[in-house]
């Protein structure tokens, strides 16, 4: 059974960077042809997708995101992180680590992290 869990500190100042990481259990991130993202969701508002590291090593990022944000792995560990620069309150937000299962159009996040709240405040 594949496992994602997120861990990072919950709070950040603006201006400054957090970084968060999901540890993967039960499946390697080098499996093929999966993609392993980052999702947050801000208080009451929908869910935004941040960016995917491929199975691969290759990255993409949301546009309104891409310049602040970078994600990288540690194959060693079976890890995935997340690094967003130069936060505001606007990042506020519960943030996941999920598996996407793609297959056409479809996009499927068919395993997710349970979630890490973060909050921007000074």
């Known amino acids: 059974q594949v496992q994602l869990q997120e861990s990072g500190p919950g709070l950040a100042k603006p201006s400054q960077t957090f970084s968060l990481t999901c540890t993967v259990s039960?499946?390697?991130?080098?499996?093929?042809?999966?993609?392993w993202s980052w999702i947050r969701q801000p208080p009451g508002k929908g869910l935004e997708w941040i960016g995917y590291?491929?199975?691969?090593?290759?990255?993409y990022l949301n546009p309104s995101l891409k310049s602040r944000t970078s994600i990288s792995r540690d194959t060693s560990k079976n890890q995935f992180s997340l690094h967003l620069s130069s936060v505001t309150p606007e990042d506020t937000a519960v943030y996941y680590c999920?598996?996407?299962?793609?297959?056409?159009?479809?996009?499927?996040?068919?395993?997710w992290g349970q979630g890490t709240q973060v909050t921007v405040s000074s």
């Open positions: 039960g499946g390697s991130i080098r499996t093929n042809y999966y993609y």
């Open positions: 999920v598996r996407d299962n793609v297959a056409g159009a479809l996009v499927v996040y068919d395993y």
């Open positions: 590291i491929y199975y691969t090593g290759i990255t």
